[in-house]
């Protein structure tokens, strides 16, 4: 079965795992999927991800989910995806969201790779946004 929002269907996982409550959740793997799972650890969204090949030698992400230590909730509070296949959304460098005042991050695809919306201000380039996490 082909999905036709495979970058909805990865958000959708990490948010079931984490309502779930489990520690670990593992994803179909892909370029732009792999470029998330980095902007979301060095963000420091999720405690670790591993690359790795499953039994049917398809190219997996095994994400380690991070926890409060102290209340046991998920540091992912939302996970939202805002261009989607029926409906792109493309942003200018000027233009791109800040995600409540700058503590989320907006993740945004451009012509110079995938990078967070402050990068994308940086750098000056604007591109499709992908989805938003804080």
Do not use: W
């Not at 499953?54 to 540091?75: C, G, Q, W």
């Amino acid at each position: 079965m082909a999905l036709s929002d495979p970058i909805a269907d990865y958000l959708t996982r990490i948010r079931n795992a984490q309502m779930a409550g489990h520690r670990t959740v593992t994803i179909p793997s892909s370029k732009l999927k792999k470029s998330i799972t980095e902007i979301l650890y060095t963000q420091g969204f999720i405690l670790k991800y591993k690359f790795d090949v499953d039994e049917k030698n398809f190219n997996v992400i095994h994400i380690a989910l991070k926890y409060d230590k102290l209340t046991k909730k998920p540091v992912i509070r939302e996970l939202g995806r805002v261009s989607k296949p029926g409906l792109r959304k493309y942003s200018g460098s000027k233009d791109v969201p800040r995600i409540i005042n700058g503590l989320g991050v907006c993740i945004v695809s451009t012509s110079q790779g995938v990078m967070t919306d402050k990068q994308a201000r940086e750098k000056k380039v604007g591109g499709e946004l992908i989805c938003y996490v804080y």
